[in-house]
């Protein structure tokens, strides 16, 4: 029985993982502020500092299910473009509802072998934290390596990939100019903390689940 937990434990903690470090990038939002004037949004947007602060805050809001409807501050926007940050949101909610998932599981497992104190087992000589973070580790390093050769191509097939049939985030800045609130750098630069955090993280888990030394 135990053993099944070890297997549990190895999807729950690549979930964990990858969830986790996707939702700082999402949750901080001072990540997103210091950008501003580097990434010139208020010379693009024709906002200032304060005003593409409450524009992203409001967008965010809504991505993240803290309002009913879609707004970004002054700027106005399409049914098409609304339509693309209700698909946003639906996944927002759905990386938190994992993460709370995951974390949940992995909380259960420990507390039950807390309870019957003891830890559980290894496979192959390895823990379960190590398995998981091999195969994320594994995806996350081809994904980057990919990304890092061309970004566009990347940035295109994520969205074939998670908003599939829909041409709905190809935004006109004329009708959607909430579009140059969030421009491309802005995604590459989330990409990068995302994977900055993550592959980190899969490293320890590594590097502590190794095999035992006899």
Known sequence: ???????????????????????????LRPFYY????????????????AQARAAYNDVMDY?????PDFAAGMLPFSAEGASH???????????LAFLA??????SSLRGACLRQKTK?????????????????GGVILIVTALAATDFDRAFTVFHGIFFPGKE?????????????????????????AIAASLLPLCLVLILTGRRQKK
Not at 1 to 27: D, E, N, R
Not at 63 to 67: A, D, F, N, Q, Y
Not at 85 to 95: E, H, K, M, Q
């Open 101 to 106: 998932l995951s974390v949940a599981v992995l």
């Open 63 to 67: 991505c993240l299910g803290l309002r």
């Open 120 to 136: 559980l087992p290894r496979l192959a000589g390895r823990t379960p934290g190590f398995w998981a973070a091999c195969a994320l």
């Open 1 to 27: 029985m135990q053993k099944l937990w070890s297997y549990v434990a190895i999807p729950a903690t690549a979930l964990a993982v990858l969830t986790g470090s996707v939702a700082w990038v999402v949750l």
């Open 168 to 192: 709905n985030w190809l935004f006109d800045p004329a009708t959607d100019p909430v579009i140059l609130l969030l421009p491309e750098e802005f995604f590459r630069n989330c990409a990068i």
């Open 34 to 49: 210091v950008q501003i004037g580097p990434l010139g949004v208020c010379q693009a947007s024709g906002l200032t500092a």
């Open 85 to 95: 940050f209700a698909d946003v949101r639906v996944l927002f909610i759905l990386n």
